[in-house]
C-alpha cells in the first residue's frame, strides 16, 4: 500500500509543479519541443515583404538628400555662378564669391556674360578678346568645373 505524500499525491507519483520520471514538466509535449507556428520555417526568421523595393527607396533618397546638402553648401559658401547685377569678391583670383553689393567685399559688379564659352587656356591668351561688347567692363571672369572644358565668361565693372 502506498501512502500520499505531502501534497497529497501518491507516493512515487510527481507532484504539482515536479518533473515527472523523464524529466518533463507535466502539461508540456513530450521531448519539451514545441512545433513552430503555421507558416514558418524552422530557425528562419519571416522574410520581410518589400525589403528590397524598401531598401533602394532609401538608397535613393539617401543620394538625393546628399545632392541637396552639396547644393545649398555651394549656394551657402558662394560658388553659385553669378548673375547680372551680382556683386563678387576675387574677380582677378582662381576662384570668386558672389557677395552683397554694399559690403565692403565687393569689387566688381557683374555687367553681363560674353557669349563665348571657351576653356580656361583659350581665355588666357592675350590674344583673346572678350567682353567687347560690354564697354563699361573692365574685368573678365571665367567660371567653370575644368579648366580644359568650356565655361562662362563674365564681364564685370569696378564697385
Known amino acids: 500500500m502506498s501512502h500520499p505524500g505531502p501534497d497529497g499525491t ?21 521531448g519539451g519541443w514545441v512545433p513552430p507556428p503555421v507558416g514558418t520555417t ?8 518589400g525589403g528590397g523595393a524598401r531598401r533602394a527607396l532609401l538608397a535613393v533618397a539617401g543620394i538625393l538628400v546628399a545632392f541637396v546638402v552639396v547644393g545649398l553648401l555651394f549656394d551657402v559658401l558662394g560658388a553659385a555662378e553669378p548673375e547680372v547685377g551680382d556683386c563678387v569678391q576675387n574677380p582677378v583670383g582662381s576662384g570668386i564669391e558672389v557677395v552683397d553689393c554694399d559690403s565692403a567685399e565687393a569689387e566688381a559688379r ?24 560690354f564697354p563699361e567692363a573692365l574685368n573678365a571672369i571665367w567660371v567653370g568645373d575644368d579648366r580644359e572644358e568650356p565655361g562662362t565668361v563674365y564681364c564685370a565693372e569696378p564697385v
Do not use: L, M, N, W
Open 10 to 30: 501518491p507516493e512515487g507519483q510527481p507532484g504539482a509543479g515536479e518533473p515527472g520520471p523523464s524529466g518533463q514538466q507535466p502539461g508540456q509535449p513530450a
Open 110 to 133: 557683374i555687367v553681363g556674360a560674353d557669349g563665348q564659352e571657351i576653356d580656361y587656356t583659350e581665355f588666357a591668351k592675350p590674344e583673346t578678346i572678350v567682353c567687347a561688347q
Open 42 to 49: 524552422p530557425g528562419k526568421q519571416p522574410e520581410e515583404r
